[in-house]
Each structure stands twice: as structure tokens, then as C-alpha cells.
């Protein structure tokens, strides 16, 4: 059953009087209990479109342009503050990269996980502590009724992150939204959480988007594998697919350009050149064009649509009939 | 990784400490220590590559920064072409900064917003000879081509340039004045995986080029494995395995190195496995465990590990371990 659906949607800022899209046309959709990946370097719009299906996007200058974002299938764009306020924290939660800034400093983290009940829940103060101490064990947390009194600068980072889990199943969620979870972690730690992540998400058969730039921690975590560029889906496919079958030059290029374990290579291959800033991104054709070892002449001027090549494998990139856009659309991009 | 590796050393650090006091209670006497670094002993050949690794607060920043002075060692000796650099001060200790650089990890941070990227590269050349302006100039252009860049770059300012091109300038003010030893300290875990790969090869091209000798100072494994020779391990101060690295990847012996080396997740579906999973943090250095520091950790606790710290002993040729398991 699909529980989140996003099309078409476009996420914009607006520097000076033009407005700039770090989102631009993507689209997926996520099943229950389906574990997805969104992987792309910074400034490919991966934190952006978290924020956008949680409506959590800068009021001043961030704004959602076109789409859809379709929970259950009702539609998150056009509603109002009060009515998303019930819906965060309830059906979609969000684990954020940072632990330390994520959690409030001068509330206890028994302060902070009763909050979410309250808001959302019609617990009473013994109910809501028994409960907030059944979600720190369930984390993995010792001693949690020491940790409830305690504030975020007394614990390390990894067990601030179980802290922010805990806060995240604390009302079962549908659909989890992790951002960078494990980067600010150390590896051994970094493996406990994806660890504690899975068994949570297998358990609770609970959506979880994972949003992240280590290919390693895709490979292994992921069911589903969304690959950004730019602002745009590049590809997307299965675990298997990506990684064994990779089709745009960009993923290709990303996965040799990695150093493996065990593997004797004097050079790495390596992407030239950079990511092209919001403000200089190519307005027709490929946005990797600059940098692509393959890049015909017409990748410049035409701008390729993601396509299926395979069962459940899509690519954006010219080298794929498939991705030639179907009916010109004159002038649009 | 290099090819000229000779069998001179270059560096010898011996029983390396590095404490920093802890003071607290009536006039702020000193009540402990924090152990950063403790009791490190390495060797670096001519053109070789050391990596040392470990997670945050390991000691393996505070290791490069003691071996350049940039901090002076509690005790221990730091010899550098043969010469104990360990108590020198003044301007011997500035001459021999000439032959010492570092990159560091930052590049956002370690580049003076207010400068020009050809003051900054030229200023350690202004610092230790005097040279015509024409001829800075050349030298610092020479440097932009070395390092990538093109020779505009010169009149811009750091904040016009990306992370990738900020580290290539970073770089090219450590080679500025054709130093013998390079320590990077995490130079490219700030930057994207496709412009991590750009700034390792070149700096393998330049030690090539130059007869670097580094000491590549990260926290992720898999690229230290990849520009190393030879590898160390640390945790909580003190190194715990030292070796090859082709030995190290296909032999880990210390428990740690083998938890680290599989906690690093592979980007490879098909390869998913069993991991050894630690459990609990790294404890504060400032209280580190009786004994054996990874003890609380470790899946093979035997009763010694908890009172009598194992010291590093060689099991194989060139692979050293400190671990009760292998005495």
C-alpha cells in the first residue's frame, strides 16, 4: 500500500527577485513498511525535500511552487499550521543530523519526550512517564528512569540520537524521515544506530525515509535507493540495481570514485569538477552535463526525463532512449 | 601510497605524551589529567604514507599537532632527520617549520577570509626567504598549477571558491615552501565523496612529484587504507595495533581494529554481513578504564584485561598489537 507519494514537486528560493529550485520535479512514491534511501552530496536538494514533505521549510524565502505531497492520500501542501502540527511528531517524524542542536538544552529529556505525548496523546503524567520509560528501553538506553532526568549535555552523541529515536516511535509513526542520522557519529556508534534504526523499523513495520550522502550506509540499509543531483532524481531503483547495475554516468562515476576496503587501487577515479551552485544551475539539459565523461552535444539542449530502462529501475540521462522527452514541449524545460 | 619509501626515517617519535591538565577545586590546583596522547611511539620512512586512525577524541589530531610542535609533548622525543626536535624553541624551532606543513581539516576555517589566496599562499615564503615580488609571484603561480587551479585564482578571495578548491589552496600553501613532511589532518572528511576523490589524487601525484612524506591523520578507514603504507590504530590515547595496511585489512588482530573495520559499511548489497556490534561509548580520556582501556568494550574480556594494560609487542614482522590476547 503506498503511504507517501510526492509528484511533481518543485521547492524554491528566492534570492533577491528570482526564484531558485533546490527541488525540482521529483517524484517517488513509498510504501508501508518500505525502507528508502535518498542519497546525493550537499546541494543536491536532499535535506530540502524532507523539509518540504514536513512542511518545515524557511517562511521567509522557502517555498513549495508546484506538487503534491500525498500521505495516506491526502494531500500535506495546502494545510495549515494547526492542522500539519497534528500530523508532525504523530504520522511523519523527523531524526535530524545533528543530536546536539536537535534537542533542546535546557529542558530534561523526560521534559522533552513527555511534550510529544501530551501533544499528542491522551496520557496521564504517571501514564506518559511509564511510557516515556518503555520508549528509552525499547532504544536501547540503560538505566532510563536516571537518563529522564538528565539533560542533553550529559550524554554522548550516540545515545543523544537513541534519545531522538525514542522521540521520533514515541506516538508509532507511519513514515519516519531520517536526515543524516549517523553523520555527525563515530563508525562503531554510527553502527549501532543503523542497527537499533532497522530492528525498530522491522518491528514496527514503519516507513522510514533515510536521507544520506555514504553509500555505504545505502548498500546496507536500503530496500529502495533514490539517487539525486542537482535538485533532481537521477535514478532510482533497488539496492541490487544501484549498486550492480548502475546506469547514469553520474552514479558510475560516484560509485568508483569511492575508496574500498581490501581493494588495491593506486588511483581513484574521480569526478571532475563541481556541483553547479542553485544559482548557476543549467536551465536546459542535463545538470551533470559539465561534468560527465559520456556528454553528447545534445545533453546541452535537451533535458532528459526519468525513465524506466528495467522492472523498476529509472534513469535521467540521454544515453537511454528512454529518456528522450517524449512529446517536445516548446521552449519548456 | 608511494613508491620511493627509502629506509631512512624521516621521524621518530618515541613514547609520546601529551596531557592536559584538569584543574578544579580550591585555586584551581590541578586534580587530573586528560591522557590525549599517551606513550606513542612511530617511525616515518623518506616518501612514505602513515595513516592514523581512530574515532573523535582518540588523540589523533592532538598526535599531528604534537609532532609539529604545534603543541609541546608532555614527554616523549620527536626526532626529525635525526635531529631531537622535542625541546627546541625560538628560531631553531622556526627554521625547522620550514620542512614540516600541515592541511587541515577544515577548509572553510583555515583560510584568512580577509586575504587574497596568493598572499596566502605566498605569506610562508614571505616568512622564510626574501624573494623578489616577480619571483613570488611565479613561485605562487606555479604552485595554483600544481594544485589545479587556474592562475586568477590569485586575486580571489577564499569565500569564491568551493570546498574541494579551498582545500587544493590549503594544500598548495603547505607545499609553498617544499617542506619533507606533510601531516593531513582529516583533509578530506569535510568535502563530497566525488571531490574527496580529486583532492586524494592529488595529493598522491604531488608526493610523487615532491618525495612527500605524509602523515594522514583520518577518521575513515577505507580511505586511509587506500593512501597509506603502513597504519596505525588508536583509541583513547594510545595506539593499539600498528601495521601494514594490506596486513592490517586482511589480518586484523586487535579487537578494536576488527570492530572498526567492521562497523564501516560497504557499498555493496550484496556484501551485507554480520558485524560485530560494540556496545556503550568510548569512555572519557580523562577516566579511562583500569588496564586495557577498550576492556568495557571488547568482545574477548579475559580477567588480566581489567588490571594490567598490555603493551604493543610485535607478533608478526611489522604488525604490532597491544592486547592481552596475543601475549
Known amino acids: 500500500m503506498t503511504l507517501l507519494e510526492v509528484k511533481g514537486l518543485r521547492t524554491g528560493f528566492k534570492i533577491g527577485e528570482q526564484v531558485y529550485h533546490a527541488v525540482d520535479d521529483v517524484s517517488f512514491s513509498l510504501k508501508t513498511g518500505q525502507f528508502v534511501c535518498i542519497v546525493g552530496e550537499s546541494g543536491c536538494g536532499k535535506s530540502v525535500l524532507s523539509l518540504s514533505i514536513m512542511n518545515l521549510l524557511p517562511r521567509e524565502n522557502g517555498k513549495i511552487t508546484s506538487g503534491e505531497i500525498l500521505l495516506d492520500g491526502k494531500n500535506l501542501i495546502p494545510l495549515t499550521d494547526e492542522e500539519m502540527n497534528k500530523i508532525r511528531g504523530k504520522d511523519i517524524t523527523m531524526i535530524f543530523q545533528e543530536p546536539m542542536t536537535a534537542l533542546n538544552p535546557v529542558f530534561s529529556i523526560g521534559f522533552q519526550i513527555a511534550e510529544i505525548l501530551h501533544n499528542h496523546t491522551k496520557l496521564t503524567k504517571p501514564q506518559i512517564r511509564s511510557k516515556s520509560i518503555e520508549l528509552l528501553r525499547q532504544v536501547g538506553i540503560p538505566r532510563p528512569e536516571k537518563i529522564l532526568e538528565e539533560y542533553p549535555h550529559q550524554l554522548s552523541g550516540g545515545m543523544r540520537q537513541r534519545v531522538m529515536i525514542a522521540m521520533a516511535i514515541a506516538c508509532s509513526p507511519k513514515l519516519l524521515i531520517a536526515d543524516e542520522p549517523t553523520t555527525a557519529l563515530d563508525v562503531t556508534i554510527q553502527a549501532q544506530i543503523l542497527e537499533l534504526m532497522k530492528e525498530i523499523q522491522q518491528k514496527r513495520e514503519m516507513s522510514v525515509l533515510l536521507i544520506t550522502h555514504d553509500l555505504g550506509v545505502v548498500a546496507e540499509m536500503a530496500e529502495e535507493v533514490i539517487v539525486m543531483y542537482a535538485g533532481q532524481i537521477v535514478e532510482q531503483g533497488n539496492a541490487e540495481q544501484i549498486f550492480h547495475n548502475p546506469k547514469h554516468p553520474y552514479l558510475v562515476a560516484l560509485l568508483n570514485s569511492i575508496p574500498r576496503l581490501g581493494e588495491k587501487k593506486n588511483r581513484l577515479e574521480a569526478i571532475k569538477g563541481i556541483v553547479p551552485s542553485l544559482v548557476h544551475m543549467p536551465t536546459t539539459g542535463c545538470r551533470f552535463v559539465d561534468r560527465c565523461p559520456k556528454a553528447k552535444e545534445e545533453c546541452r539542449f535537451i533535458s532528459p526525463q526519468l525513465a524506466a530502462v528495467e522492472q523498476g529501475h529509472s534513469v535521467r540521462c540521454l544515453l537511454y532512449q528512454e529518456s528522450y522527452p517524449k512529446v517536445e514541449e516548446g521552449g519548456r524545460r | ?327
Open chain 2, 1 to 327: 601510497m608511494s613508491r620511493a619509501a627509502s629506509d631512512r626515517y624521516l621521524l621518530e617519535v618515541r613514547n609520546l605524551k601529551k596531557y592536559y591538565p584538569i584543574r578544579g577545586g580550591f585555586f584551581r590546583r590541578k586534580i587530573g589529567d586528560v591522557k590525549a596522547v599517551d606513550d606513542v611511539t612511530l617511525t616515518l620512512k623518506e616518501g612514505e604514507t602513515i595513516g592514523l586512525v581512530g574515532e573523535s577524541g582518540c588523540g589523533k589530531s592532538t598526535t599531528g599537532r604534537t609532532i609539529l610542535r604545534l603543541t609541546d609533548p608532555t614527554d616523549g622525543e620527536i626526532i626529525f632527520q635525526g635531529k631531537d626536535i622535542t625541546k627546541i624553541k625560538g628560531e631553531e624551532l622556526r627554521k625547522i617549520r620550514q620542512d614540516m606543513q600541515m592541511v587541515f581539516q577544515d577548509p572553510y576555517a583555515s583560510l584568512n577570509p580577509k586575504m587574497m589566496v596568493g598572499d596566502i599562499i605566498s605569506e610562508p615564503i614571505r616568512n622564510f626567504n626574501h624573494q623578489s615580488k616577480k619571483d613570488l609571484k611565479d613561485t605562487v603561480m606555479e604552485l595554483l598549477e600544481k594544485v589545479g587551479l587556474t592562475s586568477d585564482s590569485y586575486f580571489k578571495y577564499p569565500h569564491e571558491f568551493s570546498g574541494g578548491q579551498r582545500q587544493r589552496i590549503g594544500i598548495a600553501r603547505a607545499l609553498a615552501l617544499k617542506p619533507k613532511l606533510i601531516v593531513g589532518d582529516e583533509p578530506v572528511s569535510a568535502l563530497d565523496v566525488s571531490v574527496q576523490s580529486q583532492v586524494l589524487n592529488l595529493m598522491q601525484d604531488l608526493q610523487e612529484e615532491f618525495k612527500l612524506t605524509y602523515l594522514f591523520i583520518a577518521h575513515d578507514l577505507s580511505v586511509v587504507e587506500h593512501m597509506s603504507d603502513r597504519i596505525g590504530v588508536m583509541y583513547l590515547g594510545r595506539l593499539v595495533e600498528w601495521a601494514d595496511k594490506e596486513q592490517l585489512y586482511k589480518e586484523p588482530l586487535h579487537p578494536y581494529t576488527q570492530a572498526l573495520l567492521s562497523a564501516i559499511p560497504v557499498p555493496d548489497p550484496r556484501k551485507r554481513k554480520e558485524r560485530i556490534i560494540l556496545s556503550g561509548d568510548v569512555p572519557s580520556p580523562a577516566n579511562p578504564p583500569q588496564g586495557c582501556a577498550f576492556h568495557p568494550r571488547c568482545q574477548h574480556v579475559k580477567p588480566e584485561c581489567s588490571e594490567i594494560r598490555p603493551t604493543m609487542r610485535e607478533v608478526k614482522p611489522g604488525h604490532q598489537v597491544a592486547c592481552h590476547l596475543y601475549s
